[in-house]
């Protein structure tokens, strides 16, 4: 059955801090994996995508990785801020089929 | 903003009311969709709709009925809700529906069914 977990389900940090979310899936065949960021009352927004080859992926203080062998991927936030407190969507797709994730409920505090 | 945009933002509605959801996207996409997001849960496919024609329907009850009169337009017409309907719909477009294409997300339609 494909299916995306993430991990943990919520986490509260300090502002400044860094943090690691976990994303492990067992969806097949494995087309691509995006990471989305919802803010409270907002959509979903991608903040980045990887390929099977594709390893380390950054946007600013996001770094995604990627390890096709495990089916593990991670997003990790440095030097967290305030407007970080969001929730974070591991996706992953396969075929014409996106698999979501309950997602990761962050919460940054000052 | 995303170029998704959905109203109303927010929706009360008794169980016998009728109602609609509106999406409008100025992408120039022409790949729609509309999602369940319920508490907890993973974000759930409801519709797909590809050039205006409806590809996929996910078992969506038929109390949920879908209308796409144009690629830039989407709607989604409720009627006898039930309150386990409460949720937010969310309405996203892309470029196409094949696996290069990011999918783009309206902000939600927050709907409370009483």
């Known amino acids: 059955k494909n299916q995306v977990e993430q991990s943990p389900q919520s986490l509260i940090i300090l502002e400044g801090k860094n943090c690691t979310l976990q994303?492990?899936?067992?969806?097949?065949?494995?087309?691509?994996l995006r990471w989305y960021k919802q803010d409270t009352g907002r959509g979903p927004v991608s903040l980045t995508i990887?390929?099977?080859?594709?390893n380390t992926k950054s946007n600013g203080r996001y770094t995604a990785t990627l390890d096709a062998d495990t089916k593990q991927s991670s997003l990790h936030i440095t030097a967290s801020q305030l407007s970080d407190s969001a929730s974070y969507i591991c996706?992953?797709?396969?075929?014409?089929?996106?698999?979501f994730g309950t997602g990761t409920r962050l919460l940054v505090s000052p | 903003e995303t170029g998704v945009t959905q109203t109303p933002r927010h929706l009360v509605m008794g169980m016998t009311n009728k109602k609609s959801l509106k999406c409008e996207q100025h992408?120039?996409?022409?790949?729609m969709y509309w999602y369940k997001q319920s508490a907890k849960k993973p974000l759930e496919l409801m519709f797909v709709?590809?050039?205006?024609?409806?590809?996929e329907n996910n078992s969506v009850p038929s109390r949920f009925s879908p209308e796409c009169p144009n690629s830039s337009h989407l709607f989604l017409h409720l009627h006898t809700l039930q309150p386990e309907d409460s949720a937010l719909y969310l309405c996203a477009s892309s470029q196409a529906t094949g696996e290069a294409y990011e999918q783009y997300f309206g902000p939600g339609t927050r709907l409370t069914v009483t």
């Open positions: 994303c492990n899936y067992t969806v097949s065949p494995f087309s691509n």
């Open positions: 990887m390929t099977f080859s594709e």
């Open positions: 996706v992953v797709r396969t075929f014409q089929k996106l698999v």
């Open positions: 992408l120039g996409h022409n790949a």
């Open positions: 709709y590809n050039f205006k024609e409806q590809t």
